[in-house]
């Protein structure tokens, strides 16, 4: 199985640092652009399948990757982290308002606490598990994965069988960031990580 990871591109509250969660803003026209591009880069690809987060600017960015050449299922398990009372808000305010925990979410995902209405990183971490349990049982040989940046490194954590607070080294994927993993007799193998050849 090979399996295509993508982020979604670029939004309108990327370019002003306003942090999103399980809210939405749509894909700019750069966004748009790199996703097009994205979808050049894969097109002799035959994607048997495409799993995407079922938040708006994924399934955009799904779409135009794939253009209409494989179906698209949807799913809640490939959300970005909720991060409920800070959706929608500048990470500076953010910063400003909860220093303490702003840092833990940031360098010590054990520790910190979800914001109200939000998710901690150990349920986090067990949905997208679930969605890899799930995904270790596909019968398909190439599947297209397009999800969101913390969604995007904890699915690369998983794949490498490392611990949470691992995640805080890895690096935060650019918007249609590739990555291309190996899953064969039960093993992960990433082959290449976070590829953007594609927007140069």
């Given amino acids: 199985m090979h399996i295509y990871l993508t982020r979604h591109g670029q939004t309108q509250w990327n370019l002003i640092n306003k942090i999103q969660g ?8 750069q966004g748009i652009a790199d ?44 959300r970005e982290i909720g991060v409920g009372q800070w959706e929608g808000m500048f990470y500076e ?22 914001s ?3 998710e901690d990183y150990k349920d986090f971490e067990k949905r997208v598990k679930d969605f890899v349990e799930d995904l270790k049982k596909s019968p398909y040989e190439n599947i297209l994965i397009v999800t ?26 650019h918007g249609t960031g590739l990555s291309h993993i190996e899953y064969d ?10 590829c953007i050849e594609h927007l140069e």
């Fill in 148 to 173: 969101h940046g913390l969604t995007y490194m904890m699915l690369l954590n998983i794949f490498e069988a490392k611990a949470l607070k691992e995640i805080t080294k890895r690096v935060l994927p």
């Fill in 35 to 78: 996703a097009k591009n994205l979808g050049l880069r894969l097109k002799d690809i035959k994607f048997d399948i495409a799993y995407s987060s079922d938040q708006k600017r994924a399934i955009d960015t799904a779409e135009i990757i794939l253009d209409s050449r494989a179906p698209l299922k949807t799913t809640k398990a490939l």
């Fill in 116 to 118: 109200p209405g939000g």
């Fill in 93 to 114: 305010d953010i910063q400003r308002l909860y220093p303490e925990n702003f840092k833990l979410y940031k360098t010590d995902p054990e520790k910190y606490v979800a």
């Fill in 185 to 194: 007799q039960g093993t992960f193998k990433i082959l290449a990580e976070n």
């Fill in 22 to 29: 399980h809210l939405d803003s749509p894909l700019t026209d």
